[in-house]
């Protein structure tokens, strides 16, 4: 399984970035889909959700500013992150829910 996150990187307070992550190696139409972020010495802290049928839920922290998407034709989850904030700042895995597979993850970083 290959879970290759990307889209991450460096922008201003109030800016937006738009994170994808290619899956390969399982069914993904068949799978809910998480995204998760984590800063140095913090757990990784579940962002957002989306079903199969595309329902969606999401982190108190990041309602209303993100959003998840998915696209089963290119195999591919999206984060769309508006107004981004310090606090967003951290390393943003894809994961299908109730696996144990994890990518390498992409970078944010939010300047105040």
């Known amino acids: 399984v290959q879970l290759q996150a990307s889209g991450g990187g460096l922008v201003q307070a109030g800016e937006s970035l738009r994170l994808s992550c290619a899956v390969s190696g399982i069914i993904f139409s068949f799978n809910s889909m998480d995204w998760y972020r984590q800063t140095p010495g913090e757990q990784r802290e579940w962002v957002a959700s989306i079903t199969r049928h595309s329902s969606t839920n999401y982190a108190d922290a990041v309602k209303g500013r993100f959003t998840i998407s998915r696209d089963n034709a290119k195999n591919t989850l999206y984060l769309q992150m508006n107004s981004l904030k310090a606090e967003d700042t951290a390393v943003y895995f894809c994961?299908?829910?109730?696996?144990?597979?994890w990518g390498q993850g992409t970078l944010v970083t939010v300047s105040s």
């Open positions: 994961h299908p829910f109730g696996t144990p597979f």
